[in-house]
């Protein structure tokens, strides 16, 4: 019996391939513009030694992957506005939680490579937090007010959907704002942020499908494309970052694929990677904290935080961390995809 879905996954498989030769093809080029602009990584001196010789390499690199998704994205939805079929559902929301991140993200990277706030700094906390909230509460807003409602929740061993009506809202800023932090944390080594996302994005795409929201896979196959021409480019070692450009849209976007699909439950164990980073950062910041309360000075529960950087100290290569990170990943994904449908 011929699946009613299959040509939709079929579209989508073929747009993450047009998405990966996008941004391989137009990915030496923008290296070759940051290089001459001077728009390099400033490294922090605190960080592994091994990470020194990496000072200089071009960021911003997030952007080799969003532009591909936001043409991509753009020509499709305008085809549709146009009576053309090419997506089904507007994924418009999508495209301005991608964009908007990137371009706030694009500002901070801006800023701490020319020094605005000291070397390596950019935007202040609060600001980029402040600028966080505003976006995710847009997002949020839009969806629980404007057709369709978005605010059911999926509870792994139940058939069907709960409705959580105004909840929503909190949860989705919560989660945009968390989740994008979580990648930014988790874009510490050459290539673990760009596959971690890749897997997360690839399982989320599966659940859409087989949800029958063949536009919402449409989406994340081809962001999971463009990814994968990213990497081609940020495997160790590095010929570039993404930076905060890419971190922050992924997370956010990431978050907001999770509640389109009402698995958002299942969103630290798909992006399992990056709940165990942002744990590491909190539990290290509350011991030290605590300790220093307690006996005068402050002591560390990891040799240094996020967690990757823990494993580097522990005497793991930058390649066994990332590899075994995405080997996690992997296997939590599987998990998520299988909770998802049950």
Known sequence: MDNPLEPGMAYALALGAVSFFFAAVWGRPLIGFLRRKGIGK??????????????????????????????????????????MNAIGQSTLLLFFCLGSHALLGAVDDWQGIKGIRGKGEGMSPRMKSSFQVIFASIIAAILYFGPPQWDYVGVPGFKDFFRIGPLILPVTVFLLVWCSNAVNLT???????????????????????????VY???????????????????????????????????GATLALVSIMTGQWLLL????????????????????????????????????????????????????QVKERFFIASVLAGMLGVALALI
């Not at 960080?47 to 998704?69: A, D, I, N, R, Y």
């Not at 309360?293 to 522990?314: A, D, I, T, V």
């Open 187 to 213: 874009d510490g080594l050459d290539s673990l942020a760009g596959s971690t996302s890749l897997i997360s994005f690839a399982c989320y795409g599966t659940i859409a499908y087989m949800q029958d929201q």
């Open 268 to 319: 630290p164990m798909i992006g399992l990677v990056f709940a165990a980073e942002t744990i590491s950062v909190m539990l290290q910041v509350g011991y030290f904290k605590l300790t220093r309360r307690m006996y005068g000075e402050g002591r560390r529960l990891f040799k240094m935080s996020p967690l990757h950087h823990h494993f580097e100290l522990l005497g793991w290569s930058e390649m």
């Open 42 to 83: 400033q490294i922090r001196i605190d960080q592994p030694g091994s990470h020194q010789f990496k000072t200089g390499t071009p960021t911003m690199g997030g952007m080799l992957f969003v532009v591909p998704v936001l043409v991509i994205t753009g020509m499709l939805n305008f085809v549709d506005l146009l009576g």
């Open 216 to 250: 919402l896979a449409i989406f994340c196959f081809t962001l999971a494309g463009a990814l994968l021409g990213f990497l081609w480019y940020n495997a160790y070692p590095a010929q570039l970052f993404m930076g905060d450009t890419g971190s922050l849209a992924l």
